[in-house]
């Protein structure tokens, strides 16, 4: 689908209605690049909570070491991208004030906050050498906080209103824990010497492979309203990002030894995890302003449901 | 809200009475529901319903801009935007190319009386009195009045993560700008595109259906300024009632095109406690046609968030353990 440019009319174009062609659900207030940044933080800090709790256990320190340091600031510039994003940032922790299930923001904010707490603790412990029990617990409490944090974003964005959201619910979970990974995985590969990064370059490849599963499973999915995934500024984002992940990967596999074939594909995993969290953020404000991905959707349902009812069982 | 009620709480489908659910007792112990049912067959654009809360409510202005598109420079619900009169002018007759020949209307518009007209709405007066199947236009008015649904399952009080947003005893849903921390999650969560930010402000704002009026027992200030009786308040099962009736009556007349909106207590958000009666199909309107709560998948949400997050445990593990292994 790249003929965006084409002013033939297809013939499988939809023809819908609306009020002067604007658009109905109102578009997301969240802002650029707060929210999108805060999906990657959190995607590549609850990732790297994983990796530090593996390179604990199997005793490799360098690994442990820096991504807990990953970790602790990842959540930490990721709290301050989401109070930034707040139209009133003094009444953060009002957020607190109640936990709701049917609230991701609410259920994040209750996995956020201990990630962030604990992340901070490991990471001041392994760096001081101080307590180093207690640190460690808190590095066992970080990396099962780790993976939700990563995932729930998904849940965040999607229990919206939002078409090219809502609609992929499914499968934008797998999306960010892929991405997640490529990204706590290309950071290590890109600070680390190739040795103590080995477990990292597993990881990053592992998770390329799911992200670029999730998102062509979630465009073949989606129909119409994985346009604004493919089409226009949102479309392009999305292209570089698997251009970027490909990439990445072909290199991991290909410069296994060399260590600055290592960093490049290490950069380019981050990169591609980045442009995929702005890509699919971008796709999502796409598709509220247009007025056909809200209409031609819930037609269709409306339509498959009086068949339903003209022929009895 | 505890963890528990919001579990116990229903997220979608039928439910008969909202003020319980919320946690106000049995029927006998809060007031009935409250809402509105705006027949729009009635209404003669004059706005005096958007004016009307703009001073009750003391909502600043939402700008002067002309929007050049119709009569209506409102053009939609917002934060200072309480009541939208949509102003849709339609063609009878639209044709489906346009060939570029001169016309009498805006290019596209058929603007020959050829053909049947569209269900001669006799007896809608809408249809007839402000232009209908004799104007030499061919244009048909369509004049309605938007607010807040006050949505059975409301869509942006179930993503609220500070509590701001609550039902209220009347089973209407309102912000308190007490508690609201402007994180806008409700924006996005509302399948109608009601509620907004106010720039300004930082916070959320929407329809309140009059809390503060409902409390001393009077009329909001919309329903009480309308002119026609077209935007009507009441109990909810009783506006119900009156809507059914004056569906049938309509249809008796033949105006085949009127039609419920948000009446269906079985639809995607539980039914609308403001909802209305159409004469076009509701996206004409900028209405969505089949609008439903996100929260609805919310468990299927959290299934695919778990799913997703042991695959990445997964994940984590498989890297170290072949790891392990190769180096033994
Ligand atoms: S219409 Fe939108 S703002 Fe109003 S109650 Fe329903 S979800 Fe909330
Ligand atoms: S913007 Fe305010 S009212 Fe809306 S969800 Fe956030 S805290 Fe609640």
Redesign the pocket.
Known sequence: MRGEQSMVPEADVQPFESYYGKQIIKTPTWKTPDVPLYLFLGGLAGSSALLAEGAALSGNTTLERFTRLVAAGGAGAGTVCLVHDLGRPERFLNMLRVLKITSPLSVGSFILAPFSALSSAAAASQVTGRLPVLGRLAGVGTALFGPPLVTYTAALISNTAVPAWHTARRELPFVFAGSGAAAAGGLAMLALPVRAGTPAHRMALAGAALEVGAVATMEHRLGMVAEPYQQGGSGRLMRIARGCTVAAAALTVVGRRSRLLRAVAGASYVAGSVVTRFGIFEAGLASARDPKYTVVPQRERLRARQEARAEPA | MSVRDSLARSLHGRLDDVQGDAGYGDPAEHPPRMGFFTDTSVCIGCKACEVACKEWNEVPDDGYALSGMSYDNTQALGASTWRHVAFVEKPLHPTTTDLGLPGMGPPGWDTHESGLPRAAPAGADQATESGGANDDAGVRWLMSSDV????TH????DVCPTGSLFRTEFGT?VVQPDICNGCGY?VS????G??DLRKEDGRAF??TLCYDRLKEGQTPACAQACPTESIQFGEVDELRERADQRLAELHEKGVDVARLYGRDPEDG?GGDGAFFLLLDEPEVYGLPPDPVVPTRDIADMWKHVGAAALTLVGLGVASFVSSAGRRR
């Open positions: 807040c649904k006050h949505c409301a869509g942006c009080l849903v409700c969560a509302c399948p109608y009601v509620i929407k329809c958000v």
